[in-house]
């Protein structure tokens, strides 16, 4: 989504499950290692190009420091902050309930 914020994570291949499918994608796109913690949100989108189903999970990085292999920027945010930027609608109904629930915070 050209100019829209998303979160990093991406499809999931046979085999996998959403974590591991999550741990996969930030190994390769970012060269570092993160912990997956609860499930935040599940979601389902429908775009001109296709469905979405979207899992947002609570993650803690926990080597390496975030390298951009595929994508033009990156921000860290804390929930309070996430929702001054302008996010793809499928991320929407998690950058909603983490920044409810900002104080409750697993991390």
């Excluded at 291949?13 to 591991?20: I, M």
């Excluded at 979207?54 to 033009?72: A, D, M, N, Q, S």
């Excluded at 929407?92 to 409810?100: G, Q």
């Amino acid at each position: 989504m050209p100019g829209l914020w998303e979160f990093p994570g991406g499809k999931i291949e046979q085999g996998e499950t959403p974590q591991s499918a999550l741990q996969r994608e930030i190994q390769e796109e970012m060269h570092c290692e993160i912990e997956i913690g609860e499930q935040v949100e599940h979601t389902v989108y429908e775009y001109d190009f296709g469905i979405v189903h979207l899992t947002t999970f609570y993650c803690r990085l926990v080597k390496g420091t975030p390298v951009l292999t595929e994508h033009i920027a990156i921000n860290w945010l804390a929930p309070a902050e996430l929702e001054q930027l302008e996010w793809a609608p499928a991320d929407i109904p998690a950058i909603e309930k983490l920044a409810r629930n900002s104080e409750q915070l697993p991390y």
